[in-house]
């Protein structure tokens, strides 16, 4: 059971790239959720789906986009990249109630990406 | 708002030390509490959780109770091992938003 994939683990981006994180979960959940970790700070949420074909910004979502054509597939797209991008991104995936509501996130290993 | 604050590493003890990791929050319903683990190179995973005041979530030796009074959610643990030494992160829950919010992150390193 492989749970939650991301790629690629890293990647560094000249500033104006684009690029996209790819993520998979395996067990069939509905919600999930990109976050970014910058150093010495907590995580970020960018974007989340409750579902396919439903998304939503979150705290951060400027510089983004993502799309939920099926219940595994969560990708991030960063468009015209730019240096305050440099950070750690991790995806994460949950059920539907109950097991939302018991707080168990699981989480990718996630992707750091740098822009120089 | 909904945020979460945690005490600011490096905390640095020595093996078998007595662990208190601070964590308070602020929130417009009534949450549910986490505390989540980064090992070097991955991910964060659940440690504990407690869903209303006065529950007390626990594994691996850690602990952590919900105080409402207080709002806050401190983790402790009587004993700890360098196989602890790890990023500890406090969160909630909103129900309502399905949204999460992290603290920022405590690094623990535990010295031979």
């Known amino acids: 059971n492989a749970g939650v994939t991301q790629t690629p683990k890293f990647r560094i981006l000249k500033i104006g790239q684009s690029m996209t994180l790819q993520c998979a979960q395996d067990m069939n959940h509905n919600y999930m959720y990109w976050y970014r970790q910058d150093p010495g700070m907590g995580l970020k949420l960018i974007y989340y789906s409750v579902g396919a074909g439903i998304t939503d910004k979150g705290e951060v979502p400027n510089g983004y986009n993502v799309s939920r054509s099926t219940t595994e597939d969560f990708p991030l797209r960063l468009e015209l990249a730019a240096p305050s991008q440099t950070s750690v991104y991790f995806c994460a995936s949950s059920g539907q109630t109950p097991e939302l509501y018991t707080g168990e996130l699981f989480f990718g290993e996630g992707s750091r990406l740098t822009v120089l | 708002g909904n945020s979460v604050t945690q005490m600011e590493g490096p905390v640095t003890l020595s093996e078998e030390a007595f662990l208190t990791i601070n964590c308070t929050y602020t929130?417009?319903?009534?949450?549910?509490l986490f505390w989540y683990v980064q090992y070097p190179g991955e991910g964060l995973q659940l440690l504990l959780k407690a869903t209303k005041a006065d529950d007390k979530g626990s594994n691996k030796g850690f602990e952590a109770t919900y105080r409402k009074e207080t709002t806050s959610f401190h983790l402790e643990k009587g004993s700890v091992q360098v196989s602890d030494s790890a990023v500890y992160f406090c969160a909630l829950l909103i129900y309502n938003f399905n949204k999460f919010y992290f603290g920022s992150g405590t690094k623990l390193n535990v010295k031979p």
């Open positions: 929130a417009t319903g009534y949450p549910s």
